[in-house]
């Protein structure tokens, strides 16, 4: 099956820094979504971006399809940011999502 | 809207009793619904696909038997852990996807299950 992979897995920030997340994929795919896992085990969705750019707030994702990988981008970081990034692709027939092993950031005051 | 609750949050079983997790969509019809579990500081591991009113495709080494799901209507899935042992202790979490949107998975707050 498709492999997902993250970097950094683990980060460690100021509060105001800036970061990047990247996630690298072994095969085509057609749906590739970003998450970031609260303390709690909440999942929540930040982005659906099989290709192309995407921002929202201090955030923003890229998807660069032909080469396979993906970027979330995240500006001016909060403590409320900390928690696990997680990259999720699914491929062609597969509707199923496979899961990156996870970015762990933690920002700090 | 896409919201999906889960019941119980939290459950603390002896080994060998049953227990069962629903998973719910509450704003929309969720054709589709994804049960996966997650291990303390690893990620998600799909365990199975269900369909409404079909039977559940079960990932590779997951034992049907033991977990058994059930789609029954488009917006509940049960996923019901059978005779759980202290390694069934995990995080449980749903996901579904509606027919209008299918490429977007909602996921639920995960149920954590502890088995004595």
């Known amino acids: 099956g498709i492999q997902v992979e993250q970097s950094p897995p683990d980060l460690i920030l100021q509060e105001g820094a800036n970061s990047t997340l990247r996630c690298n994929f072994s095969d085509s795919v057609n749906n590739l979504q970003w998450f970031h896992q609260n303390p709690w085990g909440q999942l929540i969705n930040l982005f659906y971006?099989?290709?192309g750019t995407k921002q929202n707030g201090r955030l923003s994702a890229t998807t660069v399809a032909t080469e396979r990988y993906s970027l979330l981008y995240i500006s001016s970081s909060q403590t409320t940011d900390s928690g696990v990034y997680f990259c999720?692709?699914?491929?062609?027939?597969?509707?199923?999502?496979?899961f990156g092993s996870g970015t762990r950031l933690q920002v700090q005051p | 809207g896409a919201v999906v609750s889960q019941h119980p949050s939290w459950v603390i079983c002896k080994s060998g009793t049953s227990v069962k997790i629903e998973c719910r969509s509450l704003?929309?019809?969720?054709?589709?619904m994804f049960w996966y579990r997650q291990f303390p500081k690893q990620s998600l591991m799909l365990m199975a696909t269900?369909?409404?009113?079909?039977?559940?495709?079960?990932e590779q080494g997951v034992e049907k038997d033991k977990f058994l799901i059930n789609h029954a209507s488009l917006t509940l899935s049960t996923l019901t852990v059978t005779s759980a042992h202290p390694e069934d202790s995990s995080f449980y979490i749903c996901s579904a996807t509606s027919g209008l949107d299918t490429d977007t998975q909602y996921f639920g707050p995960g149920t954590r299950l502890t088995v004595l």
């Open positions: 971006i099989p290709s």
């Open positions: 999720a692709v699914g491929d062609t027939g597969r509707r199923a999502l496979t």
């Open positions: 269900s369909n409404e009113g079909s039977k559940a495709t079960y």
């Open positions: 704003d929309f019809q969720a054709t589709t």
